[in-house]
Each structure stands twice: as structure tokens, then as C-alpha cells.
């Protein structure tokens, strides 16, 4: 029988996470040893949008450098896992059980959403990966929604990663000094997440955008959030979540991650 393993939402923040030393690089470099090895994992980045459900059949999954203007250390790395083309079918099979249509992109590869936190997780790259989609514009209830359908490959020995960002607004980059404590607007809305997911409150977590504070201007565009709902849905009913970490980087990024058992 299969382990059953979590589903972990983590905050990826900028490329660099990949190679420069600070508290979420050294948590996700200890995450993969804490929740063991999986048959498969099935990512879900902020990275790759469609307008509906569409999952990465790549058998061998290339690595994507979406990113301009950084060290030239990071075009170099790239992250072999093979792909998962039978999970990327499993997975529309039980999306289509909720009604939900996906379809399946031949080549797509591993954007740095996926691939920056897994070569910290997983450096080997021996396990097959493929990639769901976010689909921005259908918003949060229709990405726990999605977490819901998705449920079931816990069982089966599938990790469900979410990364995006706690907290992600590129507006506020470079504004606040690196290592200086986060604004007030960022804690405000980071320390409400924390308790509405600690508290099983899924109602008020896909109603964020009326309820938290400040949470237009942590996220002013939701790609980055929703990344975190799918997870969340594939948490076991009446099992609140849990923050496994907590640091910020570039002074308004929560780093903050999440499991749902």
C-alpha cells in the first residue's frame, strides 16, 4: 500500500531562492528529508496559467528559465526529473469526475516555480513531476475545488505541492531594505492566513479577498495566491492546516508554508 503523504503549499519568492543561503531556502533543503519520498508529485505554480485545467504530459520534462535579468548561475541549473505523464492522466480522470474538463500539453517543462523548490527538496531528481495549471481567472473556490477532485492521490503515494507566495506584490520590490522587519500591511495579512487556515476556516480562507487585511495589496493579482487553495482543498475534511514555516525575504515577501494532512 502507497504512503499517504500531504499536501504542502510553500512560497518560492524570487529565482534566487535557488541559490542564495536564508531561512526558506534552509527549510525547503530540510522539507523533503521530513516528509520522505514520494512515488510522484503533481505541482501547481504560479507560473503556468490557462484559462482552463490543463496538466503536463512531458516525459522528460525540460527546465524552464522564466526569468530575465539574474546571476548567470541560474540559466546554468537544470532540474533532469523525468516526467509523470501517467499521474497527468490520473489526474484529468479525477478532474473529469468533478465535472472539471483538462487537457493534457505534450512538452510543457518544469517553470522555476516548480523546479526552484524541488531541486531543494528532491536534489536527486528521481522523481517523476508533472505540472497543473492555475487558472487565474476562475479564482480561489474553484482552485480548492480542484484540491477536492485531487484528493485521492495522496493515497496513492503523490505528493500535491502548491508554490506561489504568501504574500507576493512585485509593486513593493526593491522598497524595503533586505533584512528589515516586514511592513505592518504584510504581517497584518500574513498572521490572519495563519489563523484562518489554523482554524479550519476553509469558508473564510476562498472569501480572502473581503476578509483579510490588506490583502489587495499583498496580492494584487491572484496567480501567486491561488497556488495555495489546491493544497488546501486536498487537505482531509474537518483536519485544519498547519504553518510549517514562517520568514520573509526582500522585506515584503512572506516565505510562509503550509501543510494539509
Known sequence: MAERFPAIFVSHGAPLLAIQPGPAREFLSGLGKTLGKPKAILAVSAHWESGDAAVSAAAQPETIHDFYGF????????????????LAARAQALLG???????????????????VPLMLMYPDADIPVTQLTVQTALGPPHHFTLGEALRGLRNEGVLILGSGGATHNLREFGRHPEGAAPPQWVTA???????????GKSDDLVRYRSLA????????????????????GAGSPGVAGKRIHRSHTFGVFAMDAYRFD
Open 71 to 86: 546571476p548567470d548561475e541560474l540559466y546554468r541549473i537544470k532540474y533532469p526529473a523525468p516526467g509523470a505523464p501517467g
Open 97 to 115: 469526475e468533478k465535472g472539471i474538463a483538462a487537457s493534457a500539453h505534450a512538452t510543457r517543462g518544469l517553470d522555476h516555480g516548480a523546479w
Open 189 to 199: 495579512f500574513q498572521e490572519w492566513l495563519a489563523h484562518t487556515i489554523e482554524s
Open 213 to 232: 487585511p490588506n490583502a489587495a495589496r499583498n496580492h494584487p493579482t491572484e496567480e501567486h495566491f491561488l497556488p495555495l487553495f489546491v493544497p488546501a
